[in-house]
């Protein structure tokens, strides 16, 4: 099981930090990923991490001001958001992936239920 939190409203160029709480599973065995989607959109990656933490994958859209981080002690992975535009209002899902980090949906077991950030100018 996934719970996100930390979602809400914020200026442009502000920041949010969301969270991802898993239990249930073996956290530290799966790659994390993060997601994004609007209304009548495909869901839409947005960074990963691998199961160690070392290494991240971003898309174009959000490298330099996104970070993904996971605590494995916590079981826990985070989505550090800054310099947020308009454009990245959408409902946030993280997610778990048994053979480690991708930018597939599919290759994605676990699901979030998604938390919502809204992002005016």
């Known amino acids: 099981q996934l719970q996100a939190s930390g979602g809400g409203l914020v200026q442009a160029g502000g920041s949010l930090r969301l969270s991802c709480a898993a239990s249930g599973f073996t956290f530290s065995a799966y790659g994390m990923g993060w997601f994004r989607q609007t209304p009548g959109k495909e869901r839409e990656f947005v960074g990963a991490?691998?199961?160690?933490?070392?290494?991240?994958l971003y898309a174009d859209s959000v490298k330099g001001r996104f970070t993904v981080s996971r605590d494995n002690a916590k079981n826990t992975v985070y989505l550090q958001m800054n310099s947020l535009k308009p454009e990245d209002t959408a409902v946030y899902y993280c997610?778990?992936?048994?053979?480690?980090?991708?930018?597939?949906?599919?290759?994605?077991?676990?699901w979030g239920q998604g938390t919502l950030v809204t992002v005016s100018s």
């Open positions: 997610a778990a992936a048994p053979r480690g980090w991708s930018k597939f949906p599919d290759e994605y077991d676990y």
């Open positions: 991490v691998s199961l160690s933490g070392r290494s991240t």
